[in-house]
Every structure is written in structure tokens, then in C-alpha cells.
């Protein structure tokens, strides 16, 4: 299926360094292919000319990509002979690997994985391109190999201009973005600005997505500079209209606030009460509110009255001990990206110095 879908990939593309048709596609070996791979594939030294005039067919369309990625001749031949023990001990030619097996290949070879990736990627369609790799340097090699150094280099010199003229700036601008472009040029197969499509821009996204291995339930999240390539190409008039940028709800906003869980119902009204309407700046209100549900949850354990309204001198006094002993990572939901997880909260004796106390008792006198 994989096979296939390659070769629909290759036909529906209208770009290729290479002229493709005119190779061999036939993946299976001949006898005389076979038995030639079998004598020689052994040495540990390149490939003979013999050996080369009797498997002609195979090493033809990888020594013309080969000259053109600009592959060193010093190195050339041991590729290649690589590339032929590879294709003796599967029975098939490199035509005929499987979308696994060309990943398999890749990884085995690191010194010279891209020169592969593009063996793979121009002669065979291959567009697994973010299982062998995701590091910044692999798609802008890659595509200068693939499409052509001054090509790649006049794509990315008009994106960032008019990025640089929009107030984009700085080191991650300039790391990401190049990274970015030449990512969603694989991905549409075409060294063309102007050949670039939404669809392109959402196969980037699926293949990060799918690298990072992001949770289940998150949604769309185009990136912060898939998102500013959009307004390029918006700009430019090659799409409608840029990707939306995702805004990750946050949790304390959300309508069901899984925040509260194990907090006592009324207890968690009041903390939400108190968050909408206190006057506070939103990252202290933030805090309080986060330190408040933590409080719910002793509530709730200790079954004491949920309204502070109603507690009695000795509740409080046994509330405010709590919180002198707590310690990173009590009473909460998630402990697993808790700073100093076990730490007590207070480093100091003198309790009167931490802002808690002072903001979350004057919440449970007035419910400001």
C-alpha cells in the first residue's frame, strides 16, 4: 500500500531532479543481477567495474542522484556498495523496499543519512521524512541537496524579508523559520514558493504532531512560524488566506475545570467566585486560586465545613497549621511537573513573611 501510494506521489508530482521514467522500475532482481550481488557484495572494499557493468541498472539512477546531491567520489563508491549488500540480502532492488525497510536502511547509515533520504525521497517517493529525523539542520540539507542550493537559498531570502519587515527578529526566528520553509517544500515536492498549498502546511503540522508524540485531546496547534509562513503566503497571493493560530485553553478557564477535582463543590464555587471577582493581577490571582483548590482538597479529607463562613476559631487555626507543614506537591491533582516535589513550601519560620498568608486570609474573612 505504501508502495503505491510513493508511486501515485511521484506521478502527481510535477518537479524532479531526475527524470525518473527513463530508469528501470522493475524492483526484482535478475539471475544475473543476483548471482553478481551474491559474489561480490562480501568485499569490504568499493564496488569493482565489473561488478558495476553486470548490475548496470541498479547502480545507474543512484549514481546520477548521487552527482546530484554533490556526493563526494571518495565516498561515493562505498555508498553505493552499501546500498548493493542491501539490495543482495532483500532480493529486490531499491525500487522495491518498503517505506520500513528504507527507515531501517537510513538509521543503519548515519555518517551519510541524508545523501539516503534523498535517495529514498527523489527515486522512490519516500516521505517519512520525521521518522529519520527532526533536527533543524536535516530539512534545509536536505532540501539543498534535493532541490538545489540557490534555489532553497532564494526561497528562504524572500520569506525573511518580509518576515525581518514585519518585526520577526532574533535567533529563533531565524533557526525555525529556514527549518519551516524547507519542511513544507519536501512535503509538496516542488522547490516553488509558489507551488506551496495549505494541505502542504498541514502535512507539516500531522508529521511534528506525530514526532513529538503530542497527548490525545489537544487539537490543531499550528506552530507559532507554520503560522507566520502562512502570512508570508498569504501576502504573497499563493493562499487565501494564513493557518489559525491555536490558544490553548487554559485550564483554569475552562468551563468543566478538571482543577477542581476532589475539591468539595461549594468549596470550589467560592474559589472560582473569588477568582473572577478579586482585584488582584492575574498572575497572583492565579496562585491564590491554585493554592485555595489544594486547601479544598484537606477540606474535603479532613470533612470539615466547606464555607469558611462557618468555620469556628479552631478550624482555622488547624487550616493555617496545615499550610506552615505542606509540603510541594500535597493535596494536589498532578504531581509530576511539581518544582521541589516533597520540599516544604516555607523556608522560613516566620511565617508572617510568606504572601500567602496575608492574601488567602483576607479571602476567607471578606471573599475578595
Given at each position: 500500500m505504501r508502495a503505491v501510494q510513493r508511486e501515485q506521489g511521484l506521478q502527481a508530482s510535477n518537479w524532479s531532479p531526475?527524470?525518473?521514467?527513463?530508469?528501470?522500475?522493475?524492483?526484482?532482481?535478475?539471475?544475473?543481477?543476483?548471482?553478481?550481488?551474491?559474489?561480490h557484495v562480501n568485499e569490504h572494499h568499493p564496488a569493482r567495474a565489473t561488478l558495476h557493468d553486470e548490475v548496470r541498472r541498479l547502480i545507474e539512477p543512484v549514481d546520477d542522484l548521487f552527482n546530484h546531491t554533490k556526493l563526494r567520489r571518495r565516498i561515493r563508491p562505498f555508498l553505493v556498495l552499501y546500498l548493493l549488500r542491501?539490495?543482495?540480502?532483500?532480493?529486490?532492488?531499491?525500487?522495491?523496499?518498503?517505506?520500513?525497510?528504507?527507515?531501517?536502511i537510513i538509521n543503519k547509515h548515519p555518517p551519510q543519512q541524508q545523501h539516503l533520504i534523498a535517495?529514498?525521497?527523489?527515486?522512490?517517493?519516500?516521505?517519512?521524512?520525521?521518522?529519520?529525523?527532526?533536527?533543524h539542520p536535516l530539512y534545509v540539507k536536505l532540501a539543498q541537496k534535493v532541490f538545489g542550493q540557490n534555489s532553497v537559498e532564494g526561497v528562504l531570502d524572500r520569506v525573511s524579508t518580509l518576515l525581518v519587515e514585519w518585526g520577526y527578529s532574533g535567533k529563533a526566528t531565524m533557526r525555525h523559520i529556514p527549518r519551516t520553509v524547507c519542511e513544507a517544500l519536501l512535503a509538496n515536492r516542488s522547490p516553488r514558493l509558489e507551488d506551496l498549498t495549505v494541505e502542504a502546511l498541514k502535512t507539516v503540522e500531522e508529521s511534528r504532531k506525530r514526532n513529538k508524540k503530542r497527548q490525545k485531546g489537544t487539537g490543531s496547534r499550528p506552530s507559532v512560524w507554520l503560522v507566520a509562513v502562512s502570512r508570508v503566503l498569504t501576502k504573497l497571493g499563493?493562499?487565501?488566506?494564513?493557518?489559525?493560530?491555536?490558544?490553548?485553553?487554559?485550564?483554569?478557564?475552562?468551563?468543566?475545570?478538571?482543577?477542581?477535582?476532589?475539591?468539595?463543590t461549594e468549596w470550589a464555587n467560592l474559589c472560582r467566585f473569588w477568582f473572577d471577582t478579586s482585584t488582584l493581577c492575574l498572575n497572583s490571582r492565579r496562585r491564590s486560586y491554585y493554592v485555595l483548590l489544594n486547601i479544598g482538597r484537606w477540606v474535603g479529607h479532613e470533612h470539615l465545613e466547606t464555607s469558611p463562613a462557618r468555620w469556628t476559631r479552631a478550624s482555622a487555626a488547624?487550616?493555617?497549621a496545615m499550610v506552615t507543614r505542606i509540603r510541594s506537591g500535597d493535596w494536589t491533582k498532578v504531581t509530576r511537573s511539581v518544582?521541589?516535589?516533597?520540599q516544604p513550601w516555607l523556608r522560613t519560620p516566620r511565617p508572617l513573611r510568606c504572601p500567602f498568608y496575608g492574601g488567602s486570609s483576607a479571602t476567607f474573612r471578606s471573599g475578595r
Open positions: 531526475l527524470n525518473i521514467d527513463r530508469y528501470d522500475r522493475n524492483p526484482a532482481l535478475t539471475h544475473t543481477e543476483a548471482r553478481a550481488l551474491t559474489r542491501e539490495m543482495s540480502r532483500r532480493g529486490r532492488s531499491l525500487r522495491g523496499w518498503t517505506t520500513q525497510e528504507w527507515i531501517e535517495a529514498a525521497y527523489v527515486l522512490c517517493g519516500f516521505t517519512e521524512l520525521d521518522t529519520v529525523g527532526w533536527r499563493v493562499i487565501r488566506e494564513p493557518l489559525c493560530p491555536f490558544t490553548k485553553t487554559p485550564a483554569w478557564k475552562a468551563e468543566k475545570c478538571e482543577l477542581a477535582e476532589n475539591v468539595p488547624e487550616c493555617v518544582r521541589n516535589l516533597g
